[in-house]
Structure formats: C-alpha cells, structure tokens
C-alpha cells in the first residue's frame, strides 16, 4: 500500500486526498468493533475529515498509517481516546427534553421512592449514560434539588455521567458552559445555579458535587458489566450512530443494569422499535418512557 499519495504539500500547505474505499472500509470496521458507531457509506467524507485533523496532528502520511499505529498496542490503547473525541459528535444542551425532565420528577421518581420505602431502601441512581459535555446530568441534578430533594430528605440521589468521549467529560467537570448552552436552563435555575463570568456560566459547587462523571463505553461488555442496580437510566440521542446490532446489544446492556420497575429514556427521534421488546411503553405528558417490568 502505498503510504504517502493521501496528504500531499504543495505551497507548505497540506491538501486533502480522497481515503481509498478499501482503507475506509478497515476504519469502520475497526471504529464499528470498538464503538459500535457505524460510518455509513455517504459519511465517508465526515470520517476522512475528522481522522485528518489528527492524523495531521501526529505528521502521519496516510490513513492507513494511523490505522496500523492505533491497532499497534501499546500506543494504541492509548491513542484510542484520541480516536474517541475524534469521531464523536458531543452536541449536548441543558434542559434538551423538558418533558422527561418532569417526567422524572413528577412521576419517576416518586413512584420509585414509594417502592423503596417498603423495602426499607432509601438510595436512588440515575445514569445519564451519552452524557457528553455534562448538560444532561446537571440539569437532571438541578431538577432534583429543587422539586425532589426537600420532599424526601431521607433520601439519597446518586447521579453518574458516563461518554466515550474523554474531552467532553473534561468539560463537563470543569462545569463551565456558553450562553448557548444555557439558553434552555429556566431563568430561576440560572440565577439559583450558576454564576455568571464575562460570557460563561459556571454551575454550581452544589449541583457539581451531585455528579460523578467518568469514562464508560457503551458497546464494551466488560465495562457494561460493572454498571448494576440503576433506577433511570438517560441514554439520549447516541443510538443514532449505531447500527441495528449495536443498538440491541446496547439496549440489552441497559435493561440488564436497570433495577426492576426502573426506567430508560432515549432521544426523541429515537425509538425502541425493532430493537427490544423487554421494556413497557409509559407515556408521560408529551413523552414516553421505557419500564422494566
Ligand atoms: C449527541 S451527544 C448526546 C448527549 C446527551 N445525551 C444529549 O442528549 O444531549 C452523543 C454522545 O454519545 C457519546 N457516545 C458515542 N458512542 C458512545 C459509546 N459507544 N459509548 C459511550 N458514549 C458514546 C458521544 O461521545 C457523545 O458525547
């Protein structure tokens, strides 16, 4: 294979070359196997654009290059996150589903808590499992604080955000958002819970300390396994990049993680049809939710 007619110099500017459908083929087979985030035909060019940035990054010549080094272990390994924040899309805002956000605390989460009780338990989790940059979890937090937390005091709410995608995590610990992303958050919330510097938004100590983000991929069994006994589950807008398998191997995973009587919430334009037929249909004002009977 020829290694150097992909990137070429001309003016010491690097011009882009077409990947070679054959070598296209190996990245999404390798992205697919790891990630389950298939790259159909006509994102080729989405593909090519968002591996060049790197590939340039690291003076590499070729696609297949920096194929060969991040299938080589170790660097590999470790070049994976790299590929992560490469090939995902982290577009994230807060308040992006009102209606499952009252869902869960109008009806989720008092009808869980109303369960717990009889078994004398008294701890709820909730997973935002795609959860990018953060908005989703904080937002989930903020909405407890304020309409949940004062009503059941002798609970304990443990919220968990969990990507692929370590620079988005990064940021979501960091906690500091633009206007844009805030432009959804309720103006009691914004001044309850954030404080304003220049044009960003930090969250609050509080609501922070109501989260704990770490990485997690999706589509890998082994750490699939680990994540058990979750109440909520949120796993918004990320089936979309999967194909049908990875969908129902992914959806499988959180059924088996969620407690009985917990519920999933997906985007929505998402939809379990054709994917899992384990979860019971709720409908809420203006949205559904996904029960494990
Ligand atoms: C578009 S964002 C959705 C964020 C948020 N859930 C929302 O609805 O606003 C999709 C997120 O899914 C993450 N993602 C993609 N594939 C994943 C995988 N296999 N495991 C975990 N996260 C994944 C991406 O890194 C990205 O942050």
């Known amino acids: 294979m020829n290694t150097t007619e992909f990137f070429t110099t001309k003016n010491s500017e690097k ?9 296209f083929r190996q990245w999404r ?10 790259f159909q035909d006509n994102k080729k060019y989405l593909l090519e654009s968002r591996l060049m940035r790197r590939l340039l990054h690291l003076k590499m010549s070729s696609y297949q290059e920096y194929l060969n080094f991040v299938k080589a272990a170790p660097q590999g390994r470790y070049e994976l996150r790299y590929l992560y924040d490469a090939i995902t899309i982290n577009e994230t805002f807060f308040f992006r589903n009102q209606s499952q956000l009252d869902a869960l605390v109008l009806k989720v989460i008092p009808e869980i808590i109303s369960e717990k009780k009889n078994l004398n338990q008294n701890k709820i989790r ?11 979890a904080y937002s989930i937090a903020m909405m407890i604080n304020d309409l949940i937390s004062n009503k059941y005091p002798d609970f304990e709410f443990e919220i968990m955000g969990t990507d692929i995608s370590n620079t988005a995590l990064e940021a979501a610990v960091r906690g500091i958002y633009s206007e844009y992303s805030v432009r959804n958050v309720p103006i009691q919330f914004l001044k309850r819970y954030f404080r304003k510097i220049d044009n960003y938004y930090e969250i609050s100590p509080m609501i922070k300390g109501m989260v704990d983000f770490k990485f997690l991929n999706l589509y890998e069994d082994v750490s699939m396994i680990g994540v ?3 109440d909520v589950i949120f796993c918004a807008n990320v089936l979309i990049y999967f194909d049908q398998n990875s969908k129902i191997k992914v959806i499988n995973s959180l059924y088996r993680a969620l407690n009985k009587h917990g519920y999933l919430f997906i985007g929505y334009s998402e939809s379990l049809h054709g ?19």
């Open 15 to 23: 011009l882009f070359v077409e990947m070679p459908v054959e070598i």
């Open 126 to 136: 909730i997973w935002s499992a795609a959860v990018s940059s953060g908005e989703e």
């Open 228 to 230: 058990n006994n979750i």
């Open 275 to 293: 994917i899992s037929k384990a979860f019971k249909i709720i409908s809420f004002p203006k949205t559904i939710g996904y029960k494990k009977e």
């Open 29 to 38: 087979d390798f992205i697919y196997e790891k990630t389950g985030i298939y």
